[in-house]
């Protein structure tokens, strides 16, 4: 069982930047394609970004496109989102999870395994 711990959140302004960290424990996380989510008050999970087991490919939303980088050091076992440009709406929980598979990385219910979250404020 993976379990999954995420850091590097806290209070930024607007325009600011942050990198999120997510450590995993178990020896098994190289096989998994890895995703960060979030969640503002009032509303539901989304996806944000996503990492493939080699680090190659990279997925992300278009809310985030071009203002956040997924990466991930498989010797680490730790994956990474760089968030530049911050704006207000970003502020949320973010978490990372572990994805069921490949195929549908963009969509909340495929992901199996969630760290507990970091909270993100982006002041304006």
């Known amino acids: 069982q993976v379990q999954l711990v995420e850091s590097g959140g806290g209070l930024v302004q607007a325009g600011g930047s942050l990198r999120l960290s997510c450590e995993a424990s178990?020896?098994?996380?190289?096989?998994?394609?890895m995703g960060w989510l979030r969640q503002a008050p009032g509303k539901e999970r989304e996806f944000v970004a996503a990492?493939?087991?080699?680090?190659?490919?990279?997925y992300y939303a278009d809310s985030v496109q071009g203002r956040a980088t997924i990466s991930r050091d498989n010797a680490k076992n730790t994956v990474y989102l760089q968030m530049n440009s911050l704006k207000p709406e970003d502020t949320a929980v973010y978490y990372c999870?572990?994805?069921?598979?490949?195929?549908?990385?963009?969509?909340?219910?495929?992901?199996?395994?969630w760290g507990q979250g970091t909270q993100v404020t982006v002041s304006s």
């Open positions: 178990g020896r098994t996380f190289s096989t998994y394609a």
């Open positions: 990492i493939r087991m080699s680090g190659r490919t990279t």
């Open positions: 999870a572990l994805a069921r598979g490949t195929l549908r990385l963009w969509e909340v219910d495929y992901y199996s395994a």
